[in-house]
């Protein structure tokens, strides 16, 4: 019988020599065809073995490997003279597309390599400092919490009725337990950041006689953490002994940025989606207002569905109007407040406007938006409450 055509991923195009040096490599076809590598420099062009194909027995994997390690032992004369050869041609370095450079012309150290300067643009003056790692592993397990959270409600649409998210199951959660997580895990947020500021030197204020107390959440997670100077300047710089002009506030690294980013989008988009509902359930005459749910304050039981729906609202607008002045978002508390913001970088402003979009004077309007859903859906609330309807 003839001998079997081979597959076509058996077929090499490199010549033996090229691709034991991992060199990229196109020899033509035909058994005295020679590469233009081996023809340059003299050499006998030997044609690549034949793949094979599918994984092979474990007898020949292993005289494979007995044998690459036996084979580059010695070398012989024309690998020497094939070595030389490369080193001596410049040409036969193979660079990427995109390099507009020679290896030959590249500074040191790497730091100075132009692909690794645009990692960090040389302009950026901005001390970085790094929280503790207590701090930034919380950070990362409330990324996670934020992700499962946001996770369940996207698999519904925005004109999901209210009743059936918070009552029935899917996936074996329910919108009640979903909404118990987001309040949960937006509490221990502000915690952090707060804590990351006080890190990173808060502003010097005092609001009747009182200075800026620190609860223990906070003293536990920045207990191994210096923080950095306090500054007395509305603009949040910090002035240097010996210089007239204040220098800009210090930044965190750029993966607890990303973290911290990471976290606020997940938690707006959230909340968006659970209000938006709320409202739309409120709204509409057809839909049933929601019975009470079994919730306490304080292991007081609240009856009232709409108190209960009301202390929510409420919860929520304190949580975000903090969690917004931390992030530095503009707001009448932000001459006054010891907060002075952590977006103080450009470069990370940016990324939370790419990711929430719909941007004004240099912001992302949609937390604004969020907090003005909250105070229209507790206005309704309100009045259905007077009205004798809720």
């Known amino acids: 019988m003839h001998s079997p055509s081979p597959h076509p991923n058996q077929i090499r195009s490199a010549c033996e020599r090229c691709r034991r040096h991992k060199h990229r490599c196109s020899r033509p076809v035909g058994p005295s065809a020679s590469c233009a590598r081996c023809s340059r420099l003299g050499l006998t062009c030997q044609p690549g073995l034949q793949r094979r194909v599918g994984r092979p027995p474990r007898k020949d994997a292993v005289e494979v490997v007995l044998h690459s390690k036996h084979s580059n032992a010695v070398r012989s004369p024309e690998d020497v003279q094939f070595i030389q050869g490369l ?53 990362c397990k409330l990324n996670g919490d934020f992700y499962r959270g946001w996770e369940f409600v996207t698999q519904l649409a925005n004109s999901f009725r209210l009743g059936s998210f918070v009552c029935e199951d899917h996936n074996m ?61 509305s603009e949040g710089t910090t002035p240097t002994f010996g210089s007239a002009t204040p220098q800009p506030p210090p930044v965190f690294d750029s993966p607890t940025m990303f973290l911290v980013i990471s976290c606020y989008v997940q938690l707006i988009k959230h909340l968006e989606f659970v209000f938006k509902i709320t409202f739309n359930s409120l709204s509409d005459p057809s839909q049933d207002l929601l019975e009470s749910a079994p919730m306490a304050f304080a292991d007081v039981p609240l009856v009232e569905p709409s108190t209960q729906l009301m202390l929510f609202s409420e919860l929520i607008r304190h949580i975000m109007s903090q969690i917004n002045l931390l992030i530095g978002f503009p707001s009448p508390w932000s001459s006054k407040s010891a907060w002075t913001g952590l977006m103080t970088c450009q470069r990370y402003k940016d990324m939370l406007n790419v990711e929430l979009g719909a941007v004004e004077d240099g912001w992302t309007t949609r937390p604004n938006k969020l907090m003005e859903l909250n105070r229209i859906t507790k206005l309704m609330l309100d009045e259905f409450s007077m009205m004798g309807i809720y």
Not at 94 to 115: K, N, Q, R, S, V
Not at 218 to 230: M, N
């Open 87 to 139: 080193l001596d041609d410049s040409a036969a370095w193979d660079l990427d597309p995109f390099c507009m450079y020679t290896p030959e012309g590249l500074p040191f150290p790497m730091d100075a390599w132009p692909a690794v300067q645009e990692l960090d643009p040389p302009e950026i003056e901005q001390k970085v400092i790094l929280p503790s790692p207590q701090l930034f592993d919380t950070l």
């Open 173 to 233: 959660k329910n919108g009640y337990e979903n909404i118990q997580l987001v309040l949960k895990v937006a509490q221990e947020f502000l915690v952090v950041l707060k804590s990351l500021h006080r890190q990173l030197g808060t502003r010097t204020v005092s609001c009747q006689g009182r200075k800026p107390h620190t609860n223990k959440l906070v003293w536990a997670l920045t207990a191994d953490t210096v923080s950095e100077s306090t500054s007395a300047s």
